[in-house]
């Protein structure tokens, strides 16, 4: 069964100290982090001075190799104890508790939306929602990038749930790479591509009439 919002709050807040050393020796859902994370990065050209929200931003990580290329990077996340990991590591990233129901930032702000290993969660109910929230923070062909541990097939998740077994977590409910919630939440170009053995990064842009008809 799914953590609560709260559960999933107090793990990551006990997590935030260990998490960089725990998801670079993983050997789980997260085999592969740091490869995942540049291959997924390599995915989203961004311009010097481009406004990047990382949503679940965690340690920064992901953000780190945006910022490396010149982009501005806000980040929101649920958890405080993560966030205080973040502002130690990246000062210069700008911060604040969020989640992907609620984005603290007003419409039409950002060039580009990340998410690293986040997604899952998000409750299958509040998907939806919570990509129209992204949209909304978008501006004019924004594009989304989000990363995670995803499968191509039912069949896929099925058999990576034998091979990790202890290591599978129940309580995780891990997406398809499918499409159909990104294009009714105004999304456009959807890309996949795969950039570890159980992890998936999907690249999309708003499309601006559903930007202008908000």
Known sequence: MPRSKEEARLLFDRWAQSYDTGVRDASGPLFGYDNSLACAAQ????????????VGIGTGNLSAIL???????????????????????????????????????????FDAVVSSFSWHEVPLCRRQESLHEIARILRPRGRLLVL??????EPARDEARLVLGESWDDEEDYALVQDTELR???????RWAQ????????????????????
């Open 43 to 54: 995915m989203l050209p961004v311009s010097d001075k481009e406004l990047v929200l990382d």
């Open 148 to 153: 995670d541990i995803i499968f191509a097939s």
């Open 184 to 190: 009714k939440a105004g999304f456009v170009g959807v």
């Open 67 to 109: 910022a490396g290329r010149g982009a501005i990077i806000y980040g929101v996340d649920p958890s405080e104890a993560m966030l205080a990991r973040c502002r130690s590591a990246h000062p210069e990233f700008q911060v604040a508790l969020g989640s992907f129901e609620d984005i603290p930032f007003s419409r039409c702000k």
């Open 195 to 214: 950039t570890g053995p159980f992890h998936w990064a999907a690249l999309a842009r708003i499309r601006e009439r559903e930007r202008m008809e908000r």
